[in-house]
């Protein structure tokens, strides 16, 4: 049995792919930055800051930290007005209850603390996580797994007791330099296929599969991919 599970927000128990893209596009064309959806869907997951220095650099648009810190921050205030628009996937509610009390629990994204309070506030899941921890907390985005570790660290748990709910391949890279398990779940950017190249220990298809992730948590026996 684990100690705790480090649960990832952004396409893994909330709906927010839709929305996250939106207020990043709408940053982007007011400089004149055109780039697809898709390139902001996959990046969804290493931050806003990476995210917009990675678009500006694939465009040919100088930037420097100060203009990157004003876009996140616009970026940011067109989101928090989007929060009532956002739903928890199917199952997560189910998922948090039956977990709770049973293991420590911690929230880790990328997303910015701004948001993520409203949005955790607004849909009533913060009793469920004893931490969170965002962007604006750590130094080096996923894939870099600071911000898991800095999890374990609050919650005074040894990683490899720790297991991590993910939805992209950042989180699961992050994850396994963290050295803690990983559970992944298609319901991002990424697909069932792409996710398994990175070697989650267990991949579902959604969280309404809670009795096959809480057998992996809660118990010592291996579960099948």
């Not at 064309?29 to 290493?46: A, H, L, M, Y």
């Not at 007005?81 to 996937?89: D, I, K, Q, Y």
């Not at 709770?100 to 603390?113: I, P």
């Amino acid at each position: 049995m684990f100690d705790a599970v480090i649960f990832d927000w952004d396409g893994t128990l909330a709906d927010t792919k839709r929305f996250v893209v939106f207020s990043f596009q709408k940053v982007l064309t007011e400089i004149g930055c055109k780039v697809s959806d898709e390139f902001i869907e996959r990046r969804i997951g290493i931050g806003a800051r990476n995210a917009f220095i990675e678009a500006l650099k694939v465009t040919n648009i100088p930037c420097d930290d100060r203009t990157i810190d004003e876009l996140v921050k616009r970026k940011v205030k067109i989101q928090t007005r989007l929060t009532r628009n956002v739903s928890l996937f199917e199952g997560a509610i189910d998922l948090l209850d039956s977990l709770q009390g049973k293991v420590k629990m911690a929230l880790a994204t990328m997303s910015n603390r701004r948001v993520i309070s409203k949005l955790i506030s607004e849909k009533e899941v913060r009793k469920y996580f004893d931490f969170v921890i965002t962007a604006d907390e750590v130094l080096q985005p996923k894939p870099n797994p600071e911000v898991f570790l800095k999890c374990a660290e609050k919650l005074k748990c040894n990683p490899e007791k720790c297991v991590v709910i993910e939805d992209s391949i950042f989180g699961v890279i992050a994850a396994r330099e963290a050295k803690m398990k990983c559970i992944a779940i298609p319901t991002g950017a990424f697909s069932k296929q792409e996710l398994k190249l990175e070697e989650p220990d267990l991949i579902v298809g959604s969280l309404t599969e809670k009795e096959k992730i809480l057998g992996f948590v809660l118990a010592d026996e291996k579960v099948v991919k």
